[in-house]
C-alpha cells in the first residue's frame, strides 16, 4: 500500500490578470521506507508540489491520500499531527525560543536525541543547546537547526526543500549520512528537492516536473546517466529544454 498518493492535482493561483497554473493534473505515489528526488527547471513547480502535500498550498482540484486517508481538506496543523514534515528552503525563524528547547517541543514523544541530532546537522550542541535564536544567526545556522527540527521527529513523511542550501560543504557530508541513516533505520518516506547530484544518487526514484506536470519519474542510473552525458546539448530529457536542467550542475 502506497503512503501517500496524488490524484490528478492542480494548483492555480490568481494574479491581476488572470489564473496562472502551477501544479496541472499531477498524480504520484510515494511509498514508506523510500527516498524520493523531486527536480527539474527553476520555476516548473517543485516547491509548489512540497507546499501542497503539506497544505501549505491547497490544491484546487484533486485529491491526497496518506495511508488511504483523504487529506486532502486537512490543514498543515492537521497534516503535521498525522506525520507529515516540511523543511523549508528559507528556514522559518523563531526568535528568542533556545535551540535546546526548540528541539525538545519538535522532538514530542520520539525518544530522538537532540545533542546528536545537532551533531547530524553539523552543530555543536555545547554551543547551540542554551543559544536563543536571534539575529546573530547565520542563514546557514538557522538552516540546519530547522532541519534538526524536521530530523529529530517520527516523521512518516519528510519532506525537504532544497535542503543543501546555505551550508557548507562538511555540513552537507553529514546530512547526506543522516538522510541515509534515517533511510536505513526507519520507514520515514524522505522526498527532498534538489538539484544536486549526490543528493539523486540516493533516491530510490527520481521525479522531474516541468511546466507544472510530471516530465519523467525514473530510477537514479537512468537519470544520473543523462546528467552526466558531455554533449549536455544532446540531453533527450523533455523537461530539460535544450540542456536546462543539465545545465544546473555548472
Not at 500500500?1 to 496541472?24: A, F, H, P, Q, W
Not at 491526497?64 to 523543511?87: F, H, M, P, T
Not at 555543536?124 to 546557514?140: A, K, Q, T, V
Not at 541513516?181 to 540516493?202: A, G, K, P
Request: glycine share 8%; net charge neutral; charged share 30%.
Amino acid at each position: 500500500m502506497n503512503l501517500l498518493e496524488m490524484k490528478n492535482v492542480s494548483v492555480d493561483i490568481k494574479d491581476d490578470v488572470s489564473d496562472k497554473s502551477i501544479l496541472k493534473d499531477v498524480s504520484l505515489e510515494f511509498q514508506s521506507g523510500k527516498i524520493y528526488v523531486i527536480t527539474g527547471p527553476n520555476g516548473g513547480g517543485k516547491s509548489t508540489l512540497a507546499k501542497c502535500i503539506m497544505g501549505i498550498m491547497p490544491q484546487n482540484t484533486g485529491e491526497i491520500y496518506l495511508a488511504g486517508e483523504d487529506i486532502s481538506k486537512l490543514s498543515i496543523v492537521e497534516r503535521s499531527k498525522k506525520g507529515i514534515g516540511y523543511a523549508f528552503q528559507a528556514p522559518a525563524k523563531f526568535k528568542g525560543l533556545k535551540v535546546g528547547r526548540l528541539l525538545e517541543l519538535a522532538k514530542g514523544d520520539s525518544g530522538n536525541s537532540v545533542a546528536q541530532t545537532l551533531r547530524d546537522v553539523g552543530l555543536d550542541p555545547d554551543e547551540y543547546l542554551e543559544r536563543s535564536i536571534d539575529n546573530s544567526f547565520s542563514g546557514g545556522e538557522l538552516k540546519r537547526i530547522e532541519l534538526a527540527s524536521i530530523l529529530i521527529q517520527d516523521l512518516k513523511l519528510a519532506l525537504f526543500d532544497e535542503p543543501e542550501a546555505g551550508i557548507d560543504l562538511w555540513s552537507f557530508k553529514l546530512l547526506i549520512k543522516t538522510f541515509k541513516r534515517l533511510n536505513r533505520f526507519t520507514d520515514t518516506c524522505i522526498v527532498i528537492i534538489s538539484h544536486q547530484e549526490r543528493i539523486m544518487e540516493m533516491a530510490d526514484e527520481i521525479v522531474v516536473i516541468d511546466k507544472g506536470k510530471v516530465a519523467q519519474k525514473t530510477v537514479k542510473n537512468k537519470l544520473l546517466s543523462i546528467l552526466n552525458n558531455k554533449d549536455l546539448n544532446k540531453c533527450e530529457m523533455t523537461c530539460c529544454e535544450g540542456g536546462e536542467l543539465c545545465g544546473e550542475r555548472n
